[in-house]
């Protein structure tokens, strides 16, 4: 029987797959409560599917993640987050991040993290396999959840900013995102007119893009990875709002 050996840079791209910042999905609708559903494969190779759940109670909003690759990988996120109440009269809203957890299991290569941030002190409080630690908080911070919400809101107000900062259990970085232009994509989830961006990143190998359907209030509906070695390519095949 032959056996599906993954290389190095595969675990890699797989972990990355699995990240929302990779996906950068979000709802038909941003602030209301949805699902998404979305199919996704590596290099033609490996195939999986990802879910992704909002809703909001008192306030707080709860934005949920999975995904899998039966029988070889799964991952889950929750984050949750509210609107800033300094920033209640902008056009766009400003996202004010609460707490991340993330957690990844490729057979026996499990990966636990997550993140919690107290605004009356501005510190960020995280834990990984290294132990516990803290940093200072930023206000325009974001987890890879919540960023997604952020940029399409921006964009659907037309003042995209130059960049984000992205928080994790490590600290916190700069990301921005260039357009690409306008293109029409097909998914099982139908025809789309989109916007494309592609994601700036240190690494010039590496090539990700997001194709959103202004539609659909600009719900990414296509998402192209590849380092160079491997490809990556999700794609929506259904959404629901819920009320």
């Not at 979000?26 to 949805?34: Q, V």
């Not at 990844?104 to 516990?132: L, Y």
């Not at 600290?171 to 994509?185: A, H, L, Q, R, T």
């Given at each position: 029987?032959?056996?599906?050996?993954?290389?190095k840079p595969t675990l890699i791209l797989l972990s990355a797959v699995l990240l929302p910042i990779s996906a950068l999905m979000?709802?038909?609708?941003?602030?209301?409560?949805?699902q998404a559903n979305y199919?996704?494969?590596?290099?033609?190779?490996?195939?999986?599917?990802?879910?992704?759940?909002?809703?909001?109670?008192?306030?707080v909003w709860n934005y949920t993640f999975t995904a899998a690759i039966p029988m070889l990988a799964?991952?889950?996120?929750?984050s949750h987050f509210r609107l800033d109440p300094a920033a209640a009269n902008s056009d766009a809203g400003r996202i004010q991040s609460l707490d991340h957890a993330?957690?990844?299991?490729?057979?026996?290569?499990?990966?636990?993290?997550?993140?919690?941030?107290?605004?009356?002190?501005?510190?960020?409080?995280?834990?990984?396999?290294?132990?516990?630690?803290?940093?200072?908080?930023?206000v325009g911070m974001l987890d890879m959840l919540?960023?997604?919400?952020?940029?399409?809101e921006d964009i659907k107000h037309k003042h995209m900013r130059e960049s984000y900062l992205l928080a994790d259990d490590k600290?916190?970085?700069?990301?921005?995102?260039?357009?690409?232009?306008?293109?029409?994509?097909t998914t099982q989830g139908g025809e789309f007119d989109t916007i494309k961006l592609r994601l700036v990143q240190d690494n010039e190998k590496r090539k990700t893009y997001f194709w959103l359907?202004?539609?659909?209030?600009?719900?990414?509906?296509?998402?192209?990875?590849?380092d160079g070695n491997l490809s990556y390519e999700l794609d929506l095949t259904s959404y629901q709002a819920h009320k």
């Open positions: 029987m032959h056996t599906l050996r993954l290389s979000s709802s038909a609708h941003a602030f209301e409560p949805f199919s996704f494969n590596i290099a033609g190779l490996l195939t999986g599917t990802a879910t992704r759940t909002l809703q909001q109670q008192d306030g799964t991952a889950s996120e929750e993330y957690n990844f299991k490729f057979m026996n290569n499990i990966k636990n993290s997550s993140f919690k941030v107290n605004w009356d002190t501005k510190t960020v409080s995280a834990s990984n396999k290294n132990g516990d630690t803290s940093y200072p908080a930023q919540d960023l997604e919400l952020q940029v399409r600290g916190i970085k700069p990301i921005s995102f260039v357009n690409e232009g306008n293109e029409k994509v359907a202004p539609k659909l209030d600009y719900l990414p509906v296509r998402v192209h990875q590849d």
